[in-house]
C-alpha cells in the first residue's frame, strides 16, 4: 500500500517530461517493474520503491544481455551497483532530459 503513491509520483514525473509509460511483467505475473524508458534504441527498465527494499524484477531484467543498465528509485541516496543505478525519488523527471 505504501509504495502506491511513489509509482504514482513517479508517474507524473516521467509523463511530464514526454515519456510514454509502459510497464514490464513477467509471463508467469511473478515480476513486474513500473516503467520502461529508452535511450539510444535501448530499454531500460525503472523500479520505483517506497523505502530502500529490495528489487528482485528489476535484477530479473538486468541479468539480460541487451539492457545496458536499469533504475531504482528510492527514499535515498544516489548509488551504483553494476547494471543498477539507485537515484532518489525527486530526480526522477531528470532521467530523460
Known amino acids: 500500500m505504501k509504495g502506491g503513491p511513489y509509482e504514482n509520483l513517479a508517474a507524473v514525473m516521467l509523463a511530464s517530461q514526454g515519456m510514454p509509460l509502459r510497464y514490464w511483467t513477467s509471463a508467469n505475473g511473478s515480476h513486474e517493474v513500473e516503467f520502461l524508458g529508452s535511450r539510444d534504441a535501448r ?3 525503472i523500479e520505483v520503491k517506497a523505502s530502500r527494499g529490495s528489487t528482485a524484477s528489476l535484477k530479473t531484467l538486468l541479468k ?3 539492457i ?3 533504475y ?3 527514499d ?3 548509488g551504483r551497483d553494476g547494471k ?3 537515484l532518489p525519488h525527486y530526480l526522477a523527471p531528470y532521467l530523460y532530459r
Open 43 to 45: 530499454v531500460e527498465p
Open 64 to 66: 539480460r544481455d541487451d
Open 68 to 70: 545496458a543498465q536499469g
Open 72 to 74: 531504482k528509485l528510492v
Open 76 to 78: 535515498g541516496n544516489v
Open 84 to 86: 543498477k543505478v539507485t
